[in-house]
C-alpha cells in the first residue's frame, strides 16, 4: 500500500509537471512555432467563426500569368463574385494536397458559421511523382502542427521526428519502384498499353526527325506529362483515404463538401503523348466524381474546362491558369453550388473560353 502511494504521488507530480510545461509553452513559445511551420491553421481560426464557405486550394488558386494578367484574383475570389450576402474564406499553400486539407478541416469547431467546404481535387496528387515528393516530409511535419493534441506535445512530435519522416532518397526509392513496376490495365478495346509501366512508356523514343535524332524538348515534356498523369486511382490511393476521412469529418460536422477537379492540359497531354494517357485522365476524374458523388459530395468537373493556350506553364505540368482560365473554373464551380446556395447565387458573365 505503501509503494502504491508512492507511485501514485510520482504520477501526480509527473502529471502536474506536464500540465504546468504545457501552460508554459502555450502561452510562450507556441505562437512562434505555429507561426513559422503552420500558418494556416492560424488563418483558419481565424474564419471559421465567420464564414460560411471555405476554399481549401493550393498555387492552382492564386497562381496567374505575369504579361497577360490585368486581373490577378485568385480563384476564390472570382467564385465568391457569384454570391451575394455569402461570407468566402481561403486556405490556400503551395504544394498542398488532401492530406493537408483533411488535417485542417478537422480543426473546424462544430457548431461555427461554417456550411460548406470548397476542396481543390488536383489530380496529379493522386500519382506517385507527388505522392513521394521530396516536399512531402515537410508538408508532414506542418500536418503535426494541424493536429488536435496537446502544444506541447505536437511540439514534442517534431522533436522526435514522430511522423512521416522519410528521407528524400526513401521515397526516390519507392517512387522509382512504383514507376517500374505499377501496370497499367485497360478496360477499353480500343485502349492497348504497349508499355504499361511509367518507366517503359518514357523510355520509348519520341518525336524523331528524319535522321532519328529526337526532338529533346518535347521528348522531355511528353515524358513529364507520362509521369505527372499515367496512374490508375483505386480505393487503396492514400488520396483517395484523405478525401474519404473529408467526407467523415464534413459528416459529422453538418458541413457540405463540394469537390473541385481541377482542369489539367488535356490538350497537351493529347498532342504529346496521345489518346492512352488522355484515357488515364478521364478514367481517373471518373472515378472520383463517382465515388464522391456516391459518398455526398458535390463534384465539379474542370478536368477539360481550360484549353491549353490558358495554362501559365507552357513546359510543365502544372495547375496554373491565366484570369479567363481562373475565371472559368470558379464559374463551374459556383453553378454547381447553386445546388446548396441557391438563394445567395448571381451568376455574372464568365469569360468564353471556346479558345485562340
Known amino acids: 500500500m505503501q509503494i502504491t502511494g508512492k507511485i501514485g504521488i510520482r504520477v501526480a507530480a509527473l502529471l502536474l509537471i506536464g500540465a504546468l ?9 507556441w505562437d512562434t512555432d505555429l507561426w513559422e511551420r503552420g500558418q494556416m491553421l492560424i488563418e483558419l481560426e481565424g474564419m471559421d467563426d465567420s464564414c460560411k464557405v471555405i476554399y481549401f486550394g493550393e498555387s492552382s488558386n492564386f497562381s496567374y ?14 467564385l465568391s463574385y457569384h454570391f451575394n450576402g455569402l461570407t468566402f474564406g481561403t486556405i490556400n499553400h503551395a504544394a498542398y494536397h488532401a492530406g493537408l486539407y483533411r488535417a485542417l478541416i478537422a ?29 512531402e516530409t515537410a508538408m508532414q511535419q506542418e500536418k503535426v502542427l494541424f493536429s488536435g493534441y496537446p502544444e506541447l506535445l505536437r511540439r514534442t512530435f517534431l522533436t522526435l521526428n514522430f511522423f512521416d519522416n522519410q528521407t528524400e532518397l526513401d ?16 478496360t477499353d478495346p480500343e485502349i492497348i498499353f504497349k508499355h504499361p509501366t511509367i518507366r517503359s512508356w518514357c523510355a520509348v523514343e519520341k518525336f524523331p526527325d528524319s535522321n532519328g535524332v529526337e526532338d529533346m524538348e518535347k521528348r522531355s515534356l511528353a515524358d513529364h506529362y507520362i509521369k505527372a498523369y499515367a496512374f490508375q486511382i ?12 473529408i467526407m467523415r469529418i464534413c459528416s459529422d460536422l453538418n458541413i457540405r463538401v463540394v469537390f473541385n477537379i481541377l482542369a489539367e492540359n488535356v490538350e497537351y497531354a493529347d498532342s504529346l503523348v496521345g489518346p492512352e494517357l488522355v484515357w488515364l485522365m478521364r ?50 464551380v459556383a453553378k454547381a ?3 446548396i446556395f441557391s438563394d445567395e447565387i448571381q451568376l455574372r458573365d464568365a469569360a468564353d473560353l471556346n479558345g485562340k
Not at 500569368?65 to 472570382?78: M, Q
Not at 480543426?107 to 516536399?135: D, W, Y
Not at 519502384?177 to 505499377?182: A, G, M, P, Q, R
Not at 483505386?234 to 476521412?245: H, I, K, Q, T, Y
Open 337 to 339: 453550388m447553386e445546388k
Open 65 to 78: 500569368h505575369p504579361t497577360r494578367d490585368s486581373l490577378k484574383d485568385r480563384i476564390s475570389d472570382f
Open 171 to 186: 521515397r526516390d526509392y519507392i517512387k522509382w519502384k512504383e514507376w517500374t513496376f505499377d501496370t497499367l490495365q485497360s
Open 107 to 135: 480543426r473546424i469547431e462544430k457548431g461555427s458559421a461554417v456550411e460548406c467546404v470548397v476542396v481543390t481535387m488536383n489530380l496529379r496528387t493522386f500519382g506517385q511523382a507527388v505522392t513521394h515528393s521530396p516536399l
Open 283 to 332: 478514367q481517373n476524374r471518373d472515378y472520383l466524381v463517382e465515388r464522391y458523388s456516391r459518398l455526398g459530395a458535390l463534384m465539379v468537373d474542370n478536368l477539360e474546362a481550360v484549353d491549353g493556350y490558358h495554362f501559365t506553364d507552357q513546359n510543365w505540368t502544372t495547375e496554373h491558369y491565366d484570369a479567363e482560365g481562373r475565371q472559368r473554373i470558379a464559374f463551374n
Open 234 to 245: 483505386g480505393e487503396d490511393n492514400p488520396r483517395v483515404r484523405d478525401c474519404d476521412a
Open 21 to 29: 510545461a504545457q501552460i508554459l509553452y502555450k502561452n510562450t513559445l
